[in-house]
C-alpha cells in the first residue's frame, strides 16, 4: 500500500525557514508530477511547489524566490524548503505525486496519491 508521510511542518516566526519533507512507501517513484500544495482556513487547495516528469520545475508567484522544492530518488523522498516564511505561509501543507509508474509497473490509468498534511503556522 502506497503511503506518503509528511514532516517538517510547526510554528516559526515571521522571517523564519522550515523544511518540509515527503517519504513514500509501498513503491518507488522514480518518474511522475511531484507536488506540494497547500490549503489555508476558508480558501482552496493550491498549489505551491511542483516537478514535472520532464524535471521541470514551477512555483506559485507568491512563493517565488523563497521556497525550493527537491527530490531524492535515493531516498523515495522530495522536499520543500521554505525560506523567508510569512505570516499569509501558514496553512496545513500536503505532498502528492500523481504518476503511471509504481516502480517499473505501468499503469494506464494515472495514480494520484496524497499525504495526511503538515500544519505550518507562521506568527507575525
Known amino acids: 500500500q502506497v503511503q506518503l508521510v509528511e514532516s517538517g511542518g510547526g510554528l516559526v516566526q515571521s522571517g523564519g525557514s522550515l523544511r518540509l519533507s515527503c517519504a513514500a512507501s509501498g513503491s518507488t517513484f522514480s518518474r511522475g508530477d511531484f507536488g506540494w500544495y497547500r490549503q489555508a482556513p476558508a480558501k482552496e487547495r493550491e498549489l505551491v511547489a511542483g516537478?514535472?516528469?520532464?524535471?521541470?520545475?514551477n512555483y506559485a508567484d507568491s512563493v517565488k524566490g523563497r521556497f525550493t522544492i527537491s527530490r531524492d530518488n535515493a531516498k523515495n523522498t522530495w522536499y520543500l524548503q521554505m525560506n523567508s516564511l510569512k505570516p499569509e505561509d501558514t496553512a496545513v501543507y500536503y505532498c502528492n505525486v500523481r504518476t503511471h509508474w509504481l516502480g517499473t509497473t505501468y499503469y494506464p490509468r494515472q495514480r494520484d496519491y496524497w499525504g495526511q498534511g503538515t500544519q505550518v503556522t507562521v506568527s507575525s
Open positions: 516537478i514535472g516528469s520532464g524535471g521541470s520545475i
